[in-house]
């Protein structure tokens, strides 16, 4: 079963609004990260913040963890038609090979 | 195209059928692991291989199911006596012990079940 929880699963903004959206897990972390999948393609690797960060940030995009209330957000600034896609956190537990656990994704539809 | 590829893209097939699918990884990944994603779902971890040794497989991966690097390069995934429920977007993604954890995925294998 997934470990990641996004909130919300569907969100639809205007171009130049930011879009922010939530991941919640449930067990110890090595880091966590963020991905987007366009409609039917593999995922790209957006960020990744270790478990001994807060806050980072990349271009348009910032991310915070809360490894006491196990939680996560991306924010995405000044957003634009092509950030339409999906978004999934992934978390890499301590001590594993590194798979990624994925949560159900937050779908995000940008619109001019 | 330096990428992770997949091959086939797309896969029809009739129930009990087998499938195979291939993945080419990055060529100096020695980490491979493969997914399986459902409409409206994150990915699923299936089994991952450093090198050519299967490291961790998913209570998903039922007998049906069995994974191969031969020689630590590409990777199949062969899916015996398939099932309705077998239908989905089967993903490779590789990565790289200097880049940590960061995985690079193909375009992915979509499978339909008839």
């Known amino acids: 079963s997934q470990q990641g929880e996004e909130d919300p699963q569907a969100l639809s903004i205007q171009e130049g609004e930011n879009a922010t959206m939530n991941c919640s897990y449930k067990?110890?972390?090595?880091?966590l990260q963020w991905y987007r999948q366009n409609s039917g393609r593999g995922l790209v690797h957006l960020i990744l913040?270790?478990?001994?960060?807060r806050e980072k940030h990349s271009g348009r995009l910032r991310v915070t963890l809360d490894t006491s209330k196990k939680s996560s957000s991306l924010l995405i600034t000044a957003s634009r038609a092509a950030d339409t896609a999906s978004y999934f956190c992934?978390?890499?537990?301590?001590?594993?090979?590194?798979?990624?656990?994925f949560g159900a994704g937050t779908r995000l539809a940008v619109h001019p | 195209d330096t990428g992770v590829s997949q091959d086939p893209r797309h896969k029809i097939t009739k129930r009990g059928q087998n499938v195979t699918f291939r993945c080419d990884p990055i060529?100096?990944?020695?980490?491979l692991y493969w997914y399986r994603q459902t409409l409206g779902q994150g990915p699923e971890f299936l089994t991952y291989f450093q090198n050519e040794a299967q490291l961790e497989k998913s209570r998903l991966l039922s007998d049906r199911f069995s994974a191969e690097r031969p020689k630590g390069s590409f990777s199949t995934l062969e899916i015996q006596r398939t099932e309705q429920g077998d239908s989905a977007m089967y993903l490779c993604a590789s990565s790289s012990r200097q880049e940590g954890n960061i995985q690079y995925f193909g375009a992915g294998t979509r499978l339909s079940v008839l």
């Open positions: 913040i270790r478990s001994n960060e």
């Open positions: 060529s100096e990944h020695n980490r």
């Open positions: 992934a978390t890499s537990a301590s001590g594993g090979y590194n798979k990624l656990i």
């Open positions: 067990t110890s972390i090595n880091n």
